[in-house]
C-alpha cells in the first residue's frame, strides 16, 4: 500500500466539518482529515455541507460522497457507488453496508492507498459531470388493507362516515384500521370505533389534532 503524505488543504472548509472532525475519537481525527484533505485535491471546485449529521461533498449541485465516524470505525460513501467500476466498492454500495464503501476503517493502514482513492474521487467526480443519474428505487407496492367486519358495519350504518373512509388516502384508512387492532380489550375497541365514526362523519382523518389544517377547528 502506497504510504499516506500529508495533503494540504482546500482553504474554504465549513466550519462544521471541522467541529466534526475535533469532536471524533482520537483514532478517527487522522482518518477523517486525510480522506477531507484527498477529496479537495481530486478536485478544488469541492463544497462542503452537513447533511444528516454526517460531512458531505459536494460537487456541482449533486451529493458527490461522505464519510462519518463511529465509536469504533469510520465509513466513506460514494453518492453514485452502485454506478462505479470497481467490483467491490459497487457491491458494497449496493448492499448499502453501514460499514460504507470503503469498508471498516479503523485506522489509516484501512485506507485504499491515495493513488485509489484519487482514482475514485474522479470516476465519481466524471459521473457528476456527465450528470449521470441514479436509478430510481422501486416503489413498494402496497399492502391491501383488510378492513375489519365491525368497522365494515359501523361504516355502512353512516353514510357519511362511509363516504369519508372511502375518499381517504390508503394512510388515512390505515391509520383508523391500526387504531382499532391495536385496542387491548373489546372495550376500548368498542370506544374507539365510535370515536373513528363520529371523526369521519366530521371528515376527520385520525390524527386531525396533530394536522396544521385542522388546527383551530
Not at 453514485?80 to 449496493?94: F, I, Q, R, S, W
Request: glycine share 4%; hydrophobic share 35%; with cysteine.
Amino acid at each position: 500500500m502506497a504510504s499516506k503524505k500529508t495533503v494540504d488543504f482546500h482553504p474554504s472548509h465549513d466550519p462544521r466539518i471541522d467541529s466534526y472532525i475535533t469532536k471524533a475519537q482520537p483514532f478517527a481525527e487522522p482518518i477523517l482529515r486525510h480522506l477531507r484533505a484527498l477529496v479537495h485535491q481530486a478536485c478544488p471546485e469541492i463544497e462542503e455541507t452537513i447533511k444528516w449529521g454526517m460531512p458531505h461533498f459536494m460537487y456541482r449541485d449533486e451529493i458527490l460522497c461522505c464519510m462519518a465516524s463511529f465509536k469504533a470505525h469510520c465509513a466513506f460513501l460514494f453518492w453514485k457507488g452502485t454506478l462505479m467500476k470497481d467490483p467491490v466498492l459497487k457491491e458494497n454500495a449496493v448492499g448499502e453496508t453501514a460499514m460504507g464503501h470503503l469498508g471498516k476503517i479503523t485506522s489509516m493502514e484501512d485506507l485504499p492507498s491515495d493513488e485509489k482513492m484519487l482514482d475514485y474521487l474522479h470516476e465519481a467526480i466524471t459521473l457528476n459531470e456527465e450528470g449521470v443519474k441514479l436509478p430510481k428505487k422501486p416503489s413498494k407496492t402496497k399492502k391491501d388493507l383488510s378492513i375489519p367486519e365491525d368497522l365494515k358495519v359501523a361504516l355502512e350504518a353512516a353514510p357519511d362516515a362511509l363516504n369519508t373512509f372511502e375518499q381517504f388516502s390508503y394512510s388515512n384508512q390505515k391509520d383508523y384500521i391500526e387504531w382499532l387492532e391495536e385496542a387491548k380489550t373489546e372495550k376500548t375497541r368498542q370506544k374507539r370505533l365510535k370515536t373513528a365514526i363520529e371523526y369521519m362523519e366530521e371528515g376527520k382523518p385520525r390524527n386531525w389534532k396533530y394536522m396544521k389544517e385542522w388546527k383551530g377547528k
